[in-house]
């Protein structure tokens, strides 16, 4: 089961910033680092932000994540078409000695 | 660069052993700077982390599925598997193995490289 709170949806038109909230507790997003994953259909799910706020090398600065106590958030600016997806938050959950992801969140471009 | 692929029987009868292997090409998989694992995706939901090993042995399990689940590394053809036990449909999924890098540092850069995915259906 998902130790992590994502909403289910989220959209936006070409351009437009959306923000994707995750919630987690003391045990993990409040102790550890949080990840972000994209997940295209049909794809394999790709490595957006590590660390709470770093991106990897070739993912695009309109992607940025910020944490506080125990949430993050994921922020898609100048959202375009190809970022519909699916996006999971996921930290290590200490109590658990294993990583948590979070139910995931639909994006929809408009 | 490093790439993953699973293989493995796409179908599987209830009660019985699901067993995958994950070859990977590009890099080795005796470094110690990476933790090697599998996670799932059942149709429709979201993602399930599985569990990881590293070289030296250490090994996490999800608590869920810790009473089912062996991960092994096989260095000498640089492959890593994933056994689950006494399975049944609720084990149907996507299965993907994926690396987790650390580099020199304590904490993780993130589960940065993900094969394709196998699915796995668990049926009589």
């Known amino acids: 089961q998902s130790v992590l709170t994502q909403p289910p949806s989220a959209s936006g038109t070409p351009g437009q910033r959306v923000t994707i909230s995750c919630s987690g507790g003391?045990?993990?997003?409040?102790?550890?680092?949080v990840y972000w994953y994209q997940h295209l259909p049909g794809t394999a799910p790709k490595l957006l932000i590590y660390r709470n706020s770093e991106r990897p090398s070739g993912v695009p600065d309109r992607f940025s994540g910020s944490k506080s106590g125990t949430s993050a958030s994921l922020a898609i600016s100048g959202l375009r078409s190809e970022d519909e997806a699916d996006y999971y938050c996921a930290a290590w959950d200490a109590s658990l000695s294993g990583y948590v992801f979070g139910t995931g969140t639909k994006v929809t471009v408009l | 660069q490093v790439q993953l692929q699973e293989s493995g029987p796409g179908l599987v009868k209830p009660s019985q052993t699901l067993s995958l292997t994950c070859t990977v090409s590009?890099?080795?998989?005796?470094?110690?700077?990476?933790?090697w694992s599998w996670i799932r995706q059942p149709t429709g939901k979201g993602l399930e982390w599985i569990g990881r090993i590293r070289t030296n042995g250490n090994t996490n399990y999800s608590p869920s599925l810790r009473s089912r689940v062996t991960i092994s590394l096989d260095t000498s053809k640089n492959q890593f598997s994933l056994r689950l036990i006494s399975v049944t449909a609720a084990d149907t999924a996507v299965y993907h193995c994926v690396r987790e890098s650390f580099g020199s540092s304590k904490w993780s850069y993130g589960l940065d490289v993900w094969g394709q995915g196998t699915t796995v259906t668990v049926s009589s």
């Open positions: 003391s045990s993990n997003i409040g102790t550890t680092y």
């Open positions: 590009g890099g080795s998989i005796s470094t110690d700077s990476y933790y």
